[in-house]
Nanobody
């Protein structure tokens, strides 16, 4: 499974950005889709995740009410709409999916990470 993340960039405090992450490959199904972020010297932290049919969404406390995670199962894509951005949101954002893929004779399930996209919030 290959994950292509996009949408990062430089934005002023209070601004908005929308991240996208598209999965491709021999995908049978995708369960949980997530966004993480990491700043230098700190552990990667979970920002938001969404279950397969979008019935359950989880957010870290610092982004609740500002970020919205969504997904398009037909496109195997997860989005992160970020509003009211703050300088402390500056980080490299990574998408992660738990996918079931077609192996030679069976299905296999595993987690896959995207390459990261940089979000910088600064005036």
């Amino acid at each position: 499974v290959q994950l292509q993340a996009s949408g990062g960039g430089l934005v002023q405090p209070g601004g908005s950005l929308r991240l996208s992450c598209a999965a491709s490959g021999s995908i049978h199904s995708i369960d949980v889709m997530s966004w993480y972020r990491q700043v230098p010297g700190k552990q990667r932290e979970l920002v938001a995740e969404i279950t397969s049919r979008g019935g359950s969404r989880t957010y870290t406390d610092s982004v609740k009410g500002r970020f919205t995670i969504s997904r398009d199962n037909a496109k195997n894509t997860v989005y992160l709409q970020m509003r009211s951005l703050k300088p402390e949101d500056t980080a490299v954002y990574y998408c992660k999916v738990y996918a079931t893929t077609y192996a030679v004779t069976r299905l296999e399930s595993s987690s896959y990470w995207g390459q990261g996209t940089l979000v910088t919030v600064s005036s």
